[in-house]
């Protein structure tokens, strides 16, 4: 039950993208596609921003948005804005009928 | 407005036992699997357990099989964690949580705060 790899730290200023990957392997992300990504500020909970690898929730902006291949997943955020400062996580169903996390990402809008 | 509404944490010394509840509301409760996910001191997520809304399709992470159980109760629209045996590093926020039965974890309450030390 090892947690999914993401980057520790991400950071780039106002208007720019960025991209979070999220590496598994063939027992998570490897296998099925219900990988989902949520956005955390500090102290609070966190907040689903994409399901199902590329699906959006309603009321979560375009700027969102995901994809997967093969054992690695992606957050791609366009048009860095200041509120998008947070703490990322990637998540993944598994073999064994249980749900891994990955480390998250502390984005830094500069 | 959906809701969900953690109680139950507090400190404990290691080796004993807190009861974890969880009240639901602005959804039908009875339709939907529900988990607890947990997040110690300045770390990262990590899902704890899930049920489906009939009771069945239980899973634990590896960590607490054995100490942890999972249970709900439909007819009060509320899911309990019953932690035994508690270990310092079960030390954590713990959420309750919408989902864990496909899909994803699409809503999360504000959590209850859950301290082992001696």
């Known amino acids: 039950q090892s947690a999914l790899t993401q980057p520790a730290s991400v950071s780039a200023s106002p208007g720019q993208s960025i991209a979070i990957s999220c590496i598994g392997t063939?027992?998570?992300?490897?296998?099925?596609?219900?990988v989902s990504w949520y956005q955390q500020y500090p102290g609070k909970a966190p907040k689903l921003m994409i399901y199902?690898?590329?699906k959006r929730p309603s009321g979560v902006s375009a700027r969102f948005s995901g994809s997967k291949s093969g054992n690695t997943a992606s957050l791609t955020i366009t048009g860095l804005q200041a509120e998008d400062e947070a703490d990322y996580y990637c998540?993944?169903?598994?073999?064994?009928?249980?749900?891994?996390f990955g480390g998250g990402t502390k984005l830094t809008v500069l | 407005e959906m809701q969900l509404v953690e109680s139950g944490g507090g400190s404990v010394q290691p080796g004993g036992s807190l009861r974890l509840a969880c009240v639901a509301s602005?959804?039908?409760?009875?339709?939907?699997?529900m988990s607890w996910v947990r997040q110690a001191p300045g770390g990262g997520l990590e899902w704890v357990a899930k049920?489906?809304?009939?009771?069945?399709?239980?899973s634990y992470v590896d960590s607490v099989k054995g100490r942890f159980t999972i249970s709900r109760d439909n007819a009060r629209n509320s899911l309990f964690l019953q932690m035994n045996n508690l270990k310092v590093e079960d030390t954590a926020m713990y959420y309750c949580?919408?989902?864990?039965?496909?899909?994803?974890?699409?809503?999360w309450g504000r959590g209850t705060l859950v301290t082992v030390s001696s």
């Open positions: 949580v919408k989902g864990g039965g496909g899909c994803c974890f699409d809503y």
């Open positions: 602005g959804f039908s409760f009875n339709w939907q699997t």
């Open positions: 049920m489906k809304e009939d009771g069945s399709d239980v």
């Open positions: 063939s027992s998570d992300l490897g296998s099925y596609d219900l």
């Open positions: 199902e690898a590329s």
């Open positions: 998540c993944s169903y598994s073999h064994g009928n249980i749900w891994v």
